[in-house]
């Protein structure tokens, strides 16, 4: 056989700007103009940020083509909804000279930054996120997928967004459930790699569940600086940023065995607190140290036993079918300290027996 | 507003072999369970390459998990025959731990590419071209895309495969005009970029035509080392890729007037008679250099005149609404001799008035 190698390029280091303010929606539209003012504007919004006027705000009220998921939530994540967002694009002549502009929580921006990524072969996107989970978490690091009929994130690109701007304003008219149960990542991020944030928590929280702007303010700063630091050392999760995952392993069994009845982050709070408990289990950890994380869950509300309807192997099943599974058991994330994760081999996802997860998981079923 | 940013991390350089032989097809399965023998296999092909007992040889009547297209060519370009493949997929039970090769011609390679670059946030893909198109163009340099209801390639990525195996052992049973009119891109390869490669194929034309082995992976090795050359230098087209689209301004246009009765390479033809005219307007070419082209394409059967039943306002229409249009006009790419293409100030794509072009379009009516 005649051989020839081509060489596909290195892609340029490219940079995600990322501002943090008090009601800076109104004043947006002008910096994005100004920044992409030779790129037409496409906005992706869910029908409760219609609602909430957070669209006619971003606008100012201009007529600029959209597309309003509708109905809200994670129902809408999947396919379709994309393959509607495209044709609403080819309706509204768009081409690729097409900005994408996603206004809303984590669903929103998981949508609009997957058609991003496929629009044309990618446009960029800009994300402006509205929850607690997607300001501290899912707006940063380019992760974007819908569902397919069959399972979650079927679909899916890493599109980094090139700006984002966090609004803290937007996240007064939060469901308190909502907010609550996305604090949780904020902790998580805390836990998993910055002891001294992991204080400011326990300090602020009081502040942080009254909404107040200038705490919240910090407590995104500090979430995006965690993250914004473990996804550019591996932003498509080859070993480090698998550290974020902290807390997923049994919490998405969880989440899945409940039905979603629970919310993301509520599941994440019973996992972390498993994870606490195996890090125990295994000598990794003093008690006193998961007192101070069940304290701060505790504090925030999230559930931190699991519930009584779901049983031990049904979580042990789901996670032996986890996607990150090999050989039909996945790795686990676990901490040393509060802001350290603990590496084996310079793995930082770790082996873990099923009797040692069983053992935690019958005792997160007591009282 | 507090600012940060993040820099997301160049790729790294990668690479994408090209292996070209004769009946090489039935001793592939081997080479990719070496090089790729963690990950699990999945086929996406098309009818026609299973009747010509194609899929047969590459997996020696293994059971691999596969994909047929059905039916196959242009018509299931579409992101529904997206959603079945990544579907059957999760049948299968793949994860991200799968590897799609792709087994026939330029639609069977978009399809499946652009499958593989969304599948869980994407898998590699392995691209064996059976066609002379997809063996020429369409197997090399990323570009992946479907078609939405509405118009072309609205869903794409640029995707690189890590392998391609070109077996020009599979062109023996490609029907004629397909075989031709796939060859139009090797032509327009030796006139943008290799003025010795031109002359090859000017002297061994007549063997290519008999589908001479011996000189059909001399043509396929100087494809790929052109097609491999230009996207090494500008893999996302924001320059110099554009020179592949020589003959395709016009050419697009004229495929989409014609209904798609005519193939992709016979419009391509079309339109490279027409740039040469333009050349030859804009004083950048002597008759003579389109002689040798005009008796080329000849030579291949493939139109050189503009059909009857297409007149000059409807390309001049179909060309306002290019999808490379800016201000509802495209650029053109030209060439200053064989092998070399004009730019102006540093840019491969420049313009040509609209007159220029209704003047020779009128002239390539004429008998």
Redo the contacts between chains.
Sequence with gaps: ?????????????????????TN?LGSLWKEIDSDYGKLSKFIVTDENLVSAGHLAKLTSSRDVPHFIISPAGEISKN?NTV?SI??AM??AYL??DTIIIALGGGTVGDIAG?AA??????VPVIQIPTTTVAQADSS?G????VD????K??????W?PVRVYIDVAALASLDERQYRAGLVESVKHAIIADSEYFLFLENNLDSILKRKPDVL?KTA?RN??VK?SV???D?HEKNKRRILNYGHTIGHAVEAASGYELLHGEAVSIGIIAAGLIEQEMGLAEHERLDRIRKILKKLGTPIQLPKNITENEIIDLMKRD?KAVNKWPKFVLISNIGEVYTKDGQYAVEVKPEIVKKILKEMKKD
Aim: charged share 25%; proline share 5%.
């Design positions: 056989m005649t051989e020839l190698e081509i060489k596909v390029p290195a892609s340029p280091v490219t940079g995600c700007k990322i501002k943090i303010g800076i396919i393959i495209i044709e080819e309706k081409g690729r997957f990524a496929v629009f044309k072969r990618g940063v380019g992760k974007t997928g397919s009929s069959l399972s994130n079927a679909f899916g690109a890493f980094h303010k700063y995006c600086r914004g996804v550019e050392e932003p996607k």
